[in-house]
């Protein structure tokens, strides 16, 4: 079932820093992600995401670690990529370790690890998850760190 994110009611998050990395397999739909990603952050009033291209989904959680540390004022960072399953166990390896870093690295830096890094069986898979629709994961990505980042100011 496709549902569709109502970005009308996210709230307004003023001037939040977010970071987007992106993983360079299958670079024009991911690029797509990233689109419907940043244009949905700003309209929550983010400031201007910053774009972060790594190799694949093995080098994001690194990578965010690196990002985190370097800029620990950083209120989320979004992970957009897609691992296409092959005839190996490559796939559940890539899958696993990305996931399981991510959560990592989140729990660490106490910021969100927005984790869009895609499994897909076949490229038609993501073709329909990039598509510039209210169907794009990109945005649900976005959805997430705006609500996020909106929860956690209300703690202070």
């Known amino acids: 079932m496709r549902i569709a994110i109502d970005i009308s009611e996210l709230p307004a998050v003023n001037g939040a820093r977010v970071a987007v990395v992106q993983s360079k397999w299958y670079r024009e739909r991911v690029d797509r992600l990233?689109?419907?990603?940043?244009?949905?952050?700003?309209?929550?009033?983010?400031?201007?995401?910053?774009?972060?291209?790594?190799?694949?989904?093995?080098?994001?959680?690194?990578?965010?670690?690196?990002?985190?540390r370097s800029d620990p004022s950083l209120d989320a960072v979004i992970c957009l990529g897609a691992v296409l399953k092959g005839d190996t166990y490559h796939f559940e390896m890539v899958m696993d370790a990305c996931g399981r870093g991510l959560a990592e690295v989140s729990r660490e830096y106490l910021t969100p690890v927005i984790n869009e890094v895609l499994p897909i069986t076949d490229l038609a898979d993501l073709d329909k998850r990039s598509q510039p629709d209210e169907f794009n994961k990109g945005i649900e990505a976005a959805a997430a760190a705006v609500e996020f980042i909106a929860w956690r100011r209300g703690l202070a």
Do not use: Q
């Open 34 to 68: 990233a689109d419907a990603c940043r244009a949905t952050l700003r309209a929550a009033s983010c400031a201007e995401p910053t774009k972060h291209i790594v190799p694949g989904a093995l080098e994001m959680p690194l990578a965010v670690t690196l990002l985190l």
